[in-house]
T-cell receptor, first 115, second 110 residues
Framework: SQTIHQWPATLVQPVGSPLSLECTVE??????LYWYRQAAGRGLQLLFY??????ISSEVPQNLSASRPQDRQFILSSKKLLLSDSGFYLC??????????????FGPGTRLTVL | DQQVKQNSPSLSVQEGRISILNCDYT??????FLWYKKYPAEGPTFLIS?????DKNEDGRFTVFLNKSAKHLSLHIVPSQPGDSAVYFC?????????FGTGTSLTVIP
């Protein structure tokens, strides 16, 4: 079965500081990986998805970026955080060699507060 | 542009009764639909799904109905239990991309 790790679990950062959130998955290879953000009172907004190493698709233009240096590692970054970046960030995995591409499995999330 | 919409932000139901959560979508290319349940400060967990070639899928107390002509799906929970209290997201997919609704917060009253 798939296991998704995210860290840190919570993070408080000042405006203008950099950000690095990490997501790693276990239990499958060649997964599609996703970053979502859930802002207060809003749904899940797709930020980035990746179908392979070095392949990143951005859904929403913003000051965030993503990278996939390894098959099972997905990193969300920012050079300068904004107040509006506060939210609950979720990494998700879909598909892979041993899973259906029709389903997504989510990590535990990272609560980011920008002050 | 919100391609998947959940127009009811909240719903309260008495324990033992039916909970009906609704979801509408706009993109006719969506071919797979999912429901997720989410507790605060946790990631969503998969609940039930349905392919666009079906109009109903049942799993225990949970049934998902799909009306393609109306671009509408619904999740029925019968009987509702207090442990079902959570935020429910519907999602639709086309290829590699998934689109989520804004969620409906369900409260089951004991």
């Amino acid at each position: 079965s798939q296991t998704i790790h995210q860290w840190p679990a919570t993070l408080v950062q000042p405006v203008g500081s950099p950000l690095s959130l990490e997501c790693t998955v276990e239990g499958t290879s060649n997964p599609n990986l996703y970053w979502y953000r859930q802002a207060a009172g809003r749904g899940l907004q797709l930020l980035f998805y990746s179908v392979g190493i070095g392949q990143i698709s951005s859904e929403v233009p913003q000051n965030l970026s993503a990278s996939r240096p390894q098959d099972r590692q997905f990193i969300l970054s920012s050079k300068k955080l904004l107040l509006s970046d506060s939210g609950f960030y979720l990494c998700a995995q879909g598909g892979g060699d041993y899973a259906s591409y029709n389903e997504q499995f989510f990590g535990p999330g990272t609560r980011l507060t920008v002050l | 542009d919100q391609q998947v919409k959940q127009n009811s932000p909240s719903l309260s139901v008495q324990e033992g009764r039916i909970s009906i959560l609704n979801c509408d979508y706009t993109n006719s290319m969506f071919d797979y639909f999912l429901w997720y349940k989410k507790y605060p400060a946790e990631g969503p967990t998969f609940l039930i799904s349905i392919s666009s070639i079906k109009d109903k899928n049942e799993d225990g107390r949970f049934t998902v109905f799909l009306n393609k002509s109306a671009k509408h799906l619904s999740l029925h929970i019968v009987p509702s239990q207090p442990g079902d209290s959570a935020v429910y997201f519907c999602a639709a997919s086309a290829g590699n991309q998934f689109y989520f609704g804004t969620g409906t917060s369900l409260t089951v009253i004991p």
